[in-house]
């Protein structure tokens, strides 16, 4: 369990990582929609064949699998659509604004995109052994142009750094703590149930990609953001492919 906690502060280290970029040294939003295109090429190559590929073939079939799958889509709409109530529907803008939401839907939001990622990160290496470095990869990269974001617009509503990096250290260690529950929880969990939970992060993350990430890299790094996603992808491809 450990170790799974381990890897989970590895792969959300970049939330503290992108604070530190808009302390010393803020990117452009062109280049900030670049990574964000790029993580979402990874995060879709992923979910592909670390995710979906990889509940079909425990399950032995696609019936958990795909009510997982819709399940994940279906909470993560839900819970988007409470979060915009609060003001924090544009969590992943990165113009800078100032944001107009209370802290706990900024948490709430970020912890949204984040828990299903880190907790399949305990699940891989529960059902092999080894961390799924695709997916690490995937859940850093991701995290990195979302921190960056938030980061740039609670700065500009009066944030302290100080405060910030509490926010995002919380942030990390409470992914860390998923990626063990993930690990541990699902120790001697039958094949269906495994297909389901790895389907649901799956959906999850689909529509998280399609209603914030995608949008938001392609408003700010245009028509480059399909060769980034493309790259993305491909990258994290070769990745999954050299590790299997």
Request: glycine share 12%; proline share 3%.
């Amino acid at each position: 369990m450990l170790e799974a906690f381990l890897w989970g502060l590895v792969a959300t280290s970049s939330l503290l990582i992108g604070a530190l970029v808009v302390r010393f040294r803020p990117p452009t939003e062109r280049t900030l929609g670049t990574v964000m295109a790029f993580g979402a090429g990874v995060l879709i190559s992923a979910l592909s064949f670390e995710l979906v590929a990889e509940a079909v073939e425990v399950a032995g079939g696609m019936g958990g699998t795909a009510a997982g799958f819709f399940a994940g889509a279906v909470v993560f709409t839900l819970g988007d659509l409470a979060i915009s109530r609060w003001n924090y529907s544009n969590r992943k803008s990165i113009d800078g604004e100032p944001h107009k939401a209370p802290s706990f839907a900024i948490v709430l939001g970020i912890l949204l995109d984040g828990v299903p990622e880190s907790a399949v990160l305990g699940l891989t290496l529960l059902q092999t052994g080894q961390i799924g470095v695709a997916m690490l990869v995937a859940v850093f990269v991701s995290n990195l142009p979302e921190s960056i974001a938030a980061t740039s617009s609670l700065r500009a509503s009066g944030w302290s750094h100080r405060r910030v990096m509490m926010l995002w250290t919380g942030i990390a260690v409470v992914c860390a703590v998923a990626t063990m529950l993930g690990y541990a929880l699902l120790d001697g969990a039958s094949p269906s149930t495994m297909a389901f939970i790895l389907g649901f992060a799956g959906g999850a993350i689909l529509a998280m990609l399609a209603t914030t990430m995608i949008p938001e890299a392609y408003e700010h790094a245009g028509r480059w953001a399909g060769m980034a996603t493309v790259v993305g992808f491909a990258v994290a491809f070769g990745i999954n492919a050299v590790a299997a």
